[in-house]
């Protein structure tokens, strides 16, 4: 059975992103704080090639594991991943059976009925059973070998459910303008810098379509009207707006839509955004709309250092040299010829 949201990945780190030989799950416990930090000396065995094939996945990466934001500070960097959410295990909870993981009803809480793979080296039979009662999607609970940690061979067995779960990878259309600002690097720098996180791809339409029905409250929603290619640290999207008729995706026009509804058009079409995001500009600098009226704040925040990303910059001039002109003037003439896209939003909604 085909599903409509993208799968969540759970990821272990001991025994699984870090390989772990005998006595290492002591030294765990004996000192968490030196365990889950750089100095932590079986880093080392960490295959540095494994963020790239797990993002590869196309899955909605998640860390579960005791290290909590530890992971995000140690473990994410040499994998290149960005930051991740992480499953909250402290929330209040019945009483665990005594066979069953401590991680597992924390879990299927996160995972909100959407499908998921947890990757573990202590998963349990009992633990197979509880999720398969208890949670309505498909879920894969792949035990992993702790002495090799996660493998090609655990990764083949994940990419071949996920494909029989939510279907084959959809081809990336992404035109050059949006394929240059999502394969760029953004510096967050602790939000000073810009607040923007690009996809490997562009979100599939099912995915979008499980969102923004909750966005919205509307279960006519079909994901189509916007085409996601990266979000902001709190999950709202930046996404081609599927405004106007007959153009093609470079021809729609930019804009943020918020987690907690706040809502900006960013640029006119996609040359415009490859423009903005060289400028060093990301969704928060634009002043948008909240239900409530106007987000506080002005164009750009004054008090951020704006810095011109300057890859991007060398791709504007390599593919929009004639679209070049003063960043407040890109902001300004995003809007022209469009409907309001807070009245739009506020019409999707129920």
């Not at 879990?107 to 633990?127: K, M, N, S, T």
């Not at 009662?133 to 609970?141: D, Q, R, S, T």
Request: proline share 9%.
């Amino acid at each position: 059975m085909i599903q409509t949201a993208r799968p969540l990945v759970f990821l272990d780190v001991d025994g699984a992103v870090i390989p772990l030989g005998a006595g290492h799950r002591a030294a765990a416990v004996d000192d968490p704080a030196g365990w889950r930090s750089g100095a932590n000396p079986q880093m080392s065995m960490v295959d540095r090639g494994l963020g790239a094939r797990l993002l590869g996945l196309s899955c909605e990466l998640v860390w579960a594991t005791a290290w909590g934001e530890d992971a995000n500070e140690v473990i994410a960097p040499v994998l290149a991943l960005p930051r991740l959410a992480v499953v909250d295990f402290d929330e209040p909870d019945l009483p665990v059976p005594a066979a069953l993981h401590w991680k597992t009803q924390s879990l299927v809480r996160h995972a909100a009925g959407r499908p998921f793979v947890w990757l573990d080296d202590e998963i349990r039979d009992f633990d197979r059973q509880w999720i398969e009662a208890a949670h309505p999607a498909p879920a894969l609970l792949h035990q992993v070998r702790p002495t090799t940690g996660i493998t090609g061979e655990d990764l083949a067995v994940v990419a071949a459910w996920v494909e029989e779960v939510v279907g084959p990878p959809v081809p990336d259309d992404a035109p050059a303008p949006l394929r240059a600002i999502m394969d760029a690097v953004y510096d967050y720098d602790e939000g000073r810098g810009v607040d923007f996180e690009p996809y490997p791809q562009l979100e599939p339409a099912a995915e979008t379509g499980w969102w923004f029905r909750l966005w919205t409250g509307n279960p006519e929603v079909t994901g189509q009207e916007v085409r996601p290619f990266g979000m902001d640290g709190g999950g709202g999207y930046v996404a081609s707006w599927m405004i106007r008729d007959g153009a093609d995706l470079a021809g729609q026009p930019v804009v943020y839509i918020g987690s907690e509804g706040d809502v900006a058009v960013l640029a006119a079409d996609a040359w415009d955004a490859l423009w903005f995001f060289a400028y060093g500009l990301g969704p928060h600098d634009v002043q948008g709309e909240h239900h409530g009226g106007e987000r506080p704040g002005s164009a750009v925040d004054p008090e951020r250092v704006v810095v011109p990303h300057h890859e991007l910059t060398d791709a504007a001039m390599r593919l929009a040299p004639e679209r070049r002109r003063p960043v407040e003037q890109i902001i300004a003439e995003a809007t022209d010829g469009l409907p309001s896209l807070r009245a739009w939003t506020d019409a999707l909604c129920r």
